[in-house]
């Protein structure tokens, strides 16, 4: 399953995350907001689930 969450939205799922406009990655985690992107148009991608067992 493919996660994506918009900046400032609360992640819903533990893990490393990719800023699909910079590159960037982050660990991002559950229930926490989501960093802002340096681009207009950023969406934070799943990469690595850390918690598969949820």
Do not use: H
Request: aromatic residues 4%; hydrophobic residues 30%.
């Amino acid at each position: 399953m493919v996660i994506k969450v918009k900046p400032g939205a609360k992640v819903p799922d533990s893990g490393i995350y990719k800023d699909m406009k910079t590159g960037i990655k982050s660990t991002l985690v559950k229930g926490e907001p989501a960093p802002p992107s340096q681009k207009k148009g950023g969406v934070w991608k799943q990469i690595v689930d850390t918690n598969p067992d949820n």
